[in-house]
T-cell receptor, first 117, second 114 residues
C-alpha cells in the first residue's frame, strides 16, 4: 500500500458526460501528480500540483482540469468525455516538488479505471 | 520529441535466474532515473532510482546501472522470483526544470517461470 488513495476505482460513463476523480496523497506529501495510462500511449504525465498551486503541465487536454485543495487532496475533472478517454488514471504524490535533487520519491495510487461507452 | 524507450518488450526467465531489463533514453539532459514495477491491476511501485552522478546503485536484489555515454539504463534482478512477474518501466526526469514530471518508457513485461 503506497498510502495514496484514489476513488472511484472503477467508473463507467457515457460519451459527453463529466466525471471527477479524487485523490488523497500520502500523509505529509505536498505534491500531487496525475497520470493517464492507456494501451497505446503508455503512462502520460498530465499535471502536477504543489501545495495547492499548479507546478507543471503535461499532455492534459483542455477538456480536463485539476485542482488541489487546502487539505492537499486533489481532483481531476474530465468533461465532454470521448471514447478515447477510456484509460486508467493514476494519482501520485511526493513530499517535495520544488527541486528534484532532494530525492523525493513519487508514490502512485492504485488508479481509477474509466470506461467511456 | 525526446523519449525514454525499452529495448525488449517481453522477457521470460526461469525462477532463480538473474533478469536484466534495459532502457534507452534520448534526453541528454536527463539526470534522474527511476525504475517502477507495475503488477496487474495495481499502480506503479517504486523500485530504485539513480542520479546521473552515479554509475551503479544497489538495492535489495536489484541493481540499476547507468551508462551516460550511450544513454542506457538497466535493471538487474537477482534470483528472480515468481512475484517479480510484472511490467517494469524506466522513467526519467530530465527536463531541466525543478519539477517531477516523469517521462516513462513503454514498459517491459517480465514473466518468471517456476
Amino acid at each position: 500500500d503506497s498510502g495514496v488513495t484514489q476513488t472511484p476505482k472503477h467508473l463507467i460513463t457515457a460519451t459527453g458526460q463529466r466525471v471527477t476523480l479524487r485523490c488523497s496523497p500520502r500523509s505529509g506529501d505536498l505534491s500531487v501528480y496525475w497520470y493517464q495510462q492507456s494501451l497505446d500511449q503508455g503512462l502520460q504525465f498530465l499535471i502536477q500540483y504543489y501545495n495547492g498551486e499548479e507546478r507543471a503541465k503535461g499532455n492534459i487536454l483542455e477538456r480536463f482540469s485539476a485542482q488541489q485543495f487546502p487539505d492537499l487532496h486533489s481532483e481531476l475533472n474530465l468533461s465532454s468525455l470521448e471514447l478515447g478517454d477510456s484509460a486508467l488514471y493514476f494519482c501520485a504524490s511526493s513530499s517535495g516538488g520544488a527541486h528534484r535533487s532532494s530525492g523525493n520519491t513519487i508514490y502512485f495510487g492504485e488508479g481509477s479505471w474509466l470506461t467511456v461507452v | 520529441g525526446e523519449s525514454v524507450g525499452l529495448h525488449l518488450p517481453t522477457l521470460s526467465v526461469q525462477e532463480g535466474d538473474n533478469s536484466i531489463i534495459n532502457c534507452a533514453y534520448s534526453n541528454s539532459a536527463s539526470d534522474y532515473f527511476i525504475w517502477y514495477k507495475q503488477e496487474s491491476g495495481k499502480g506503479p511501485q517504486f523500485i530504485i532510482d539513480i542520479r546521473s552522478n552515479m554509475d551503479k546503485r544497489q538495492g535489495q536484489r536489484v541493481t540499476v546501472l547507468l551508462n551516460k555515454t550511450v544513454k542506457h539504463l538497466s535493471l538487474q534482478i537477482a534470483a528472480t522470483q515468481p512475484g517479480d512477474s510484472a511490467v517494469y518501466f524506466c522513467a526519467e526526469n530530465g527536463d531541466g526544470g525543478s519539477n517531477y514530471k516523469l517521462t516513462f518508457g513503454k514498459g517491459t513485461l517480465l514473466t518468471v517461470n517456476p
